[in-house]
């Protein structure tokens, strides 16, 4: 039996489609079902939805062979314990910093509010800034609305959320897609299945 660990949200939508194409489909309805291990159409695989913060985790223990997560997710969490073979090129968006509009930019230490605590840390060293990090959870736009932080480092897709709260775009931090990673055991341990997995999700991608 092969583990696939799949984000819940956003990636889910994306990668149920490309596992279809790849002749992976869940036998119940994820949509209406409560069950967080779905069997699906192939006996040997199956598929458990969890948070994407989660994916990494689940993946480097072995308690999932291989995990679909957005590289924003890899990156915080330190993905050198995992393959990361394919990019799944779904759920694609930029990690960007945001400002209030016109705000004028700020010289000396900043105030910074993500739930990309590492990246945003990396980022603004690699560019000699000063930046106090603040970790939020979720609604990091509501942070310079409120005199919480000067800016935020979050994913845009459209812009359409950072619009509708006053803020703009400024740096590109990365683009940003869905990865396949492989636990390094399982790939050992699994090969055969694994690899054959790989070559099927490829052929798909090659397809699309
Ligand atoms: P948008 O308004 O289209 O720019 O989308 C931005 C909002 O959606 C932010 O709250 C992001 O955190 C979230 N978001 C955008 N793209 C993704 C993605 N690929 N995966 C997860 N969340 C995303």
Redesign the pocket.
């Known amino acids: 039996m092969l583990t696939i660990a799949v ?1 819940k ?3 889910y939508e ?1 990668a149920l489609p490309f596992l279809e194409e790849a002749g992976i489909t869940p036998i119940d309805d994820p949509k209406t079902c409560r069950k967080l291990i779905l069997q699906t159409s192939r006996d040997d695989v199956q598929l458990v939805i969890i948070r ?1 913060t989660d994916v990494p985790t689940f993946v480097e223990y072995g308690a999932a062979d291989l995990g679909i997560a ?1 590289k ?1 997710v890899l990156l915080e969490h330190g993905a050198e314990s995992l393959y990361e073979p394919l990019d799944l090129k779904i ?3 930029r990690l960007m910093t945001a400002a209030p509009k016109d705000a004028p930019d700020i010289s000396g230490r900043i105030r910074v509010a993500t739930k990309y605590v590492k990246t945003a840390q990396r980022y603004f060293a690699g560019r000699g800034i000063q930046a106090e990090i603040i970790k939020l959870y ?4 509501l942070a310079p609305l409120v005199g919480l932080a000067d800016c935020i480092v ?11 709260n006053g803020l703009e775009p400024r740096d590109l931090i990365m683009n ?3 990865r396949l990673v492989v636990n390094k055991a399982a790939m050992k341990m699994k090969h055969q299945a694994i690899q054959s997995l790989l070559d099927q999700f490829e052929k798909t991608l090659a397809e699309r």
Not at 138 to 141: A, D, H, N, P, R
Not at 154 to 164: E, M, Q, R
Request: charged fraction near 25%; hydrophobic fraction near 30%; glycine fraction near 14%.
């Open positions: 984000s949200g956003r990636i994306e994407a957005g924003d759920a694609c968006c979720g609604s990091m736009e979050d994913l845009v897709d459209t812009g359409n959320t950072l619009k509708a940003i897609s869905s």
